[in-house]
């Protein structure tokens, strides 16, 4: 037998019984076999995984973070919300937005478009004539709630328009037609939307004419245009932390960091990512940038650049050769993005630090069935009683399944270093301060009390309709004694005792049908009795 010597220990070479040629791996240096062995299979395939191996996986330690054993759980089937006709539409967006007290999910709709809003209690199997927001002449592409109140919501379709929603307190009742504000300023199809972080009232939308536009919904118009900025369709559009900057995915295979209120480019880096199918790039809480894409040879990337410094990414991960595209989703308060890719039947995860190698992966959950859509709910929406650290709602074709995540931990009580605070519902800014161009930081709170969601607070817009410019001028032609009244507050208010008049209806309809099944069920009760 021959032995040769190396870092400690020492690797044996011999034959076996059956006379083949094997080796064997004896301890040295007080490092136990298995441990050496381990190192150096970790540090032979980090090259494949792109991991560069670190002095503790050198050493063959593992590094310890409490994320590590992160516990991934689908719900049971009566906790689903069932028999929903998921939108077919080819647009890779999540098609599903949810916050502290509602779902919405974009659905199949004939002669336009439409989404659902549950409630989060209203499970099981939802009926084919529940009410759904239904004013899109086209098919609805993208949806986003308000981070400042969380009854309002806003959607973009291929009709070329952005409209605002108001949901009532306890959910719809009737179908939703008419939307609390129509903004009209992209020539295509609007498939992304997006509200400011900290600002009141100030909401981002990009559509397939290659141009950006914000918008103060408080008045209805658009305040700021970036026109010149990318040559081809946007695949996404994210804010960073403050609001202060937008980072861009385009077709060109370029990503932005753009200052919208000087319309200026930033920093910009071309081709992130070689490969053909369409990015993501999402701001994280440190300035530096997160993209996921593909290579040339159309493998799956994670990629982390810093914006000072785009020349070169600090690391780049090779995830696999599907080819559904993948959608981050980020914590800042944990640092950890959630990649879930559609058609994918799994949700990986991975922890952000500001030492190399960055991106640290940490576990992958896996179910059966491949997701048609994500949705992600707000940190505050979370029961930090069943330590949970992440929420997702997952689309299948005919339902949305909750997917919960948690930290197992053997106290009660409330665990500081997971729940850190966290973004509160309230701005920092209103949307005339931040367009002037002041920045707020998010207001933070803390979730150990449980956060409770607020009441619905009444959305004003103070645009002014055309048909009560038209109304004026009728005014101004008439008589000086009609003049005196004012037409546009009888129209208002005609319009809100007749909205007022059919909920109503729909409640006494509601009320009497089942009246009727309690009465029947009792006649069958009494039967059983007798």
Known sequence: M??????????????????????RLSGGGGI???TRWAACYITRFSGILQFPPSEDMKRGVVRSSKFRHVFGQTVKNDACYDDIRVSRVTWDSSFCAVNPKFVAI?????GGGAFLVLPLHKTGRIDKSYPSVCGHTGPVLDIDWCPHDDHVIASGSEDCTVMVWQIPENGLVTAMAEPVVVLEGHSK???????HPTARNVLLSAGCDNQVIIWNVGTGEAMITLEDMHPDVIYNVSWNRSGSLICTSCKDKSIRVIDPRKEKIVAEKEKAHEGARPMRAIFLADGNILTTGFSRMSERQLSLWNMNNMEEPLTVNEMDSSNGVLLPFYDPDTNIVYICGKGDSSIRYFEITDEAPYVHFLSTFVTKEPQRGMGYMPKRGLDVNKVEIARFYKLHERKCEPIVMTVPRKSDL??????PDTAGPDPS???EEWFDGKNGEPILISLKNVYVPTKNREFKVFKKNILDSKAAKNTENSSP????????????????LEEILKEIKSLKDLVSSQEKR?????DQMSKIAI
Request: hydrophobic content about 35%; aromatic content about 4%; cysteine-free.
């Open 2 to 23: 021959k032995a040769e010597e190396g870092g400690g220990a020492i690797v044996g070479v011999g034959k076996d019984r059956r006379g083949r040629e094997s080796q």
């Open 32 to 34: 136990d076999p298995v």
């Open 106 to 110: 974009i659905i199949e709709a004939s």
């Open 189 to 195: 199809r609007v498939g992304i939307i997006t509200w």
């Open 414 to 419: 409330f665990q500081d270093d997971l729940y």
């Open 429 to 431: 800014i209103e949307a």
């Open 481 to 496: 004694a009609i003049r005196s009244a004012s037409p546009t507050p009888t129209i208002k208010s005609e319009a809100k």
């Open 518 to 522: 309690i009465i029947k069920l009792e």
